[in-house]
């Protein structure tokens, strides 16, 4: 085991070593070099004593910082400083004393304060933005939050420590202030959002290619003008106003890739005109400012706007897919219910058979028997007798248990009669409720399966109003049409509060089911105290599912 301070060695020595990896350096050492290589061309821009109107590096430096790791910050910040002090050192390649005053409050405001804003505005961006950054209109909005509250931080860091040191400079701090805010705001407009999107996100080759064409023609329309310019045409004044419409299609057309490149277009735009322009910088920085912040929120709308599209299609297609998973589950129930109601009619149909054919021959076989047995031995007539009206009682009750199971003439005979002819009619008067049925027109052909359900379902509807509806009239009327058969059971109950009141009802429940095989329509009308009518209408062109 390693003594404390060799073990505290150690653990410095390994966060070094992750710290410093040669990944980090490496985008160190790219980030700086492009960095000071736009530096060089922001210098071009200089309108004001050590104050550039367009400040590219800032554009490089927040990408970098927004793209990069946490743990690459140092080597972000060294490689930068370092890069600094060996170009602009006196002596070095590019001796500048303007920007190496040397004094304590320099090297503070470079080495620590200024780093230290960057990395605190990044942060707070990037702790309430998730990448991919700018695909949504907050994103957008907290990025020129962020890029006006660095420059200004920025600029009161290098600024600030100027007034400091030099009381002449204090005079015209916050105009000098102002156009750093603005000069660096124009570069972090111009050159972030592009750096962001390339290196985050990808397009679609058919949509590249479109827009690096219409990116092309812009930038073939730029050296035209810088031609023409040359042969005495001025379109500085109609240049940038002509490239609205193009940097709105870019960011309306392409969403945040548009948009991002349409403002790198717009600074090159407004460069171009700048060369042969009396307008003073500020009127190109507005100008870039103004069109950036536009084609940048359109683009994060239109990208919002397709990912919310997306989103709901995806929504869309996985409740299609449940929709189909559970339709075929519902007809899974159904054919299971019509494959019941099936099993159940062929079950009755056969045991109303066994009934008739075994058990009724053996009783008219025994009534045959003790017939004879009376005409021998007429001193027990009495006793045969009873016993011969006990099996008469026997075989009217089979007679009625067959004909709850399948009743008689339903497959030759119309339904009118067949419910005249069966004990169903029969028990509404035996309960007090006078019945009346009705028919009109020719009984058209229908097939087994047809004929008992719609028996079924009068059968149900006259069992509930013999229980429920306390009525004493039923009016029972079958219309014959050549397209429909149309069923009406109406009473003059106590009606139903609600006409489709207890689903649950397993009565209910198998009137809708046999209506549901056959192909009928079930509908049921009621008002409180006004009786309730049931209605089947069967279009003779369905068939039983």
């Not at 490239?243 to 407004?270: D, V």
């Not at 053996?362 to 009376?374: F, K, S, Y």
């Not at 399966?449 to 009068?458: H, K, L, M, T």
Request: neutral net charge; glycine residues 6%; contains cysteine.
């Amino acid at each position: 085991m390693l003594p404390a301070p060799l073990s505290m060695v150690s653990s410095f020595t390994s966060s070094l070593q992750r710290l410093f990896s040669f990944r980090y350096l490496l985008m160190g050492l790219v980030y700086t070099f492009v960095f000071h290589a736009f530096w060089l061309v922001s210098r071009e821009f200089e309108t004001v004593t050590a104050t550039v109107s367009w400040y590219l590096p800032a554009g490089i430096r927040l990408a970098a910082f927004l793209v990069c790791p946490y743990r690459a910050w140092p080597a972000l910040v060294i490689s930068e400083k370092l890069t600094f002090f060996t170009l602009f050192s006196p002596g070095a390649a590019l001796d500048e004393s303007a920007f190496m005053s040397g004094s304590f409050g320099w090297l503070i405001a470079h080495s620590v304060l200024s780093p230290a804003a960057v990395m605190v505005c990044v942060w707070l961006f990037r702790k309430y933005n998730r990448r991919p950054f700018f695909n949504n209109v907050n994103s957008v909005l907290s990025f020129l939050l962020s890029g006006v509250a660095l420059s200004a931080l920025l600029g009161l860091t290098f600024l600030g420590r100027r007034a400091m040191e030099n009381t002449e400079f204090r005079e015209i701090l916050w105009p000098v202030w102002f156009d750093f805010i603005l000069g660096d705001f124009v570069g972090i407009l111009v050159l972030t959002p592009i750096v962001i999107v390339l290196l985050q996100s990808k397009l679609t080759a058919t949509r590249s290619k479109l827009l690096l064409l219409l990116a092309l023609l812009w930038v073939t329309t730029l050296f035209s003008v810088i031609l023409s310019f040359r042969s005495g045409f001025d379109f500085t004044y109609q240049l940038k106003y002509i490239a609205i419409l193009p940097a709105l299609f870019f960011a309306y057309r392409f969403g945040m890739h548009g948009g991002a490149l349409a403002t790198l277009l717009i600074g090159l735009t407004a460069f171009v005109a700048s060369l042969h322009s009396n307008e003073s910088p500020l009127a190109h920085q507005f100008y870039i400012v103004g069109m950036s912040i536009t084609v940048l929120i359109l683009g994060a709308a239109v990208e919002q706007s397709q990912q919310m599209t997306n989103q709901l299609l995806a929504a869309n297609k996985n409740m299609e897919e449940k929709n189909r998973l559970l339709q075929e589950a519902i007809n899974d129930i159904q054919a299971l219910s019509n494959q019941l109601v099936a099993t159940q009619e062929a079950e009755r149909k056969r045991l109303s058979r066994d009934l008739h054919d075994d058990f009724g021959h053996r009783i008219v076989d025994l009534q045959l028997q003790l017939g004879l047995v009376a005409s021998r031995m007429p001193a027990q007539n009495n006793a045969l007798s009873t016993i011969t009206c006990k099996l008469d009682e026997l075989y009217s009750a089979m007679k009625q248990s067959i004909g709850r199971l399948r009743p008689a003439g339903i497959d030759n005979l119309p339904l009118e009669h067949v419910l005249r002819n069966n004990d169903t009619l029969k028990s509404m008067q035996r309960a007090g409720v006078h019945c009346q049925l009705h028919s009109q027109g020719t009984p058209p052909s229908l097939s087994d399966e047809v004929r008992i359900n719609v028996y079924r379902i009068i059968q149900e509807a006259l069992a509930n109003i013999a229980k429920h509806a306390d009525a004493t009239e039923v009016e029972i009327s079958i219309t014959y049409a050549a397209e429909a058969i149309h069923i009406e059971i109406a009473d003059n109950g106590i009606g139903l509060i609600q006409p489709q009141a207890k689903p649950s009802s397993l009565g209910l429940i198998s009137m809708r089911e046999r209506a549901r095989f056959i192909g009928a329509q079930l509908t049921f009308d009621s008002g409180q105290q006004q009786g309730t009518r049931v209605i089947i209408d069967l279009p003779l062109t369905v068939r039983p599912k």
